[in-house]
T-cell receptor
Framework: GESVGLHLPTLSVQEGDNSIINCAYS??????FIWYKQESGKGPQFIID?????DKRQGQRVTVLLNKTVKHLSLQIAATQPGDSAVYFC?????????????FGSGTRLLVRP | GAVVSQHPSRVICKSGTSVKIECRSL??????MFWYRQFPKQSLMLMAT?????????EQGVEKDKFLINHASLTLSTLTVTSAHPEDSSFYIC????????????FGPGTRLTVT
């Protein structure tokens, strides 16, 4: 497979604080990126996406920043809530030879302290 | 929103037996579905791309004879783990791409396979 099989780093934040989760992607040709949230024992849930021709996109309480120069993606969660506790993955779309692949990054576990 | 289901949600089988996992798109048609495997505390690893009416495309290192994929209709793909061994124990997740804009990819809830 293409994803990195590392144990998940953990980010612990106080409820109400802002969270920033970072991700490095691998392919400079990727033109579409997505952040997913995964709760224990469940499938990934779409949070927000961004195309490579943008450097910032905002949603409800979430903002994604894209730095193509250093191939870096970040997810900012404002006023973090206990329900935000989960594992967060960035994913990139690879389209080699007209096919389509969604490749996941290594993930970060977010723990929200009450 | 669009829903993808998986069945079963959990399965325990004995070593050497085969297990079939179903992935269904409930309210949309999907020419393309994907199968991922996720080990504990790790990321999702793409195993294969399932194409309706044609052979699946497997990622490097994934044995096509061990992980049989059948995409017989626009709403159903199946993954069969043949001659399962304890090291095949994992969380298997499928996803499907809608055929109409905005072509979003929807994930199933996953299937926990335990091989004893």
């Amino acid at each position: 497979g293409e994803s990195v099989g590392l144990h998940l780093p953990t980010l612990s934040v106080q409820e109400g604080d802002n969270s920033i989760i970072n991700c490095a992607y691998s392919n400079s040709a990727s033109d579409y990126f997505i952040w997913y949230k995964q709760e224990s024992g469940k499938g990934p849930q779409f949070i927000i996406d961004i195309r490579s021709n943008m450097d910032k996109r905002q949603g409800q309480r979430v903002t994604v920043l894209l730095n193509k120069t250093v191939k870096h993606l970040s997810l900012q969660i404002a006023a973090t809530q206990p329900g935000d506790s989960a594992v967060y993955f960035c994913a990139e779309i690879l389209s080699p030879d007209s096919s389509y692949k969604l490749i996941f990054g290594s993930g970060t576990r977010l723990l929200v302290r009450p | 929103g669009a829903v993808v289901s998986q069945h079963p949600s959990r399965v325990i089988c004995k070593s050497g037996t085969s297990v079939k996992i179903e992935c269904r798109s409930l309210d949309f048609q999907a020419t393309t579905m994907f199968w991922y495997r996720q080990f504990p505390k790790q990321s999702l690893m793409l195993m294969a791309t399932s194409n309706e009416g044609s052979k699946a495309t497997y990622e490097q290192g994934v044995e096509k004879d061990k992980f049989l994929i059948n995409h017989a209709s626009l709403t159903l793909s199946t993954l069969t783990v043949t001659s399962a061994h304890p090291e095949d124990s994992s969380f298997y997740i499928c996803s499907a791409i809608a055929e109409t804009p905005p072509y979003e990819q929807y994930f199933g809830p996953g299937t926990r396979l335990t091989v004893t």
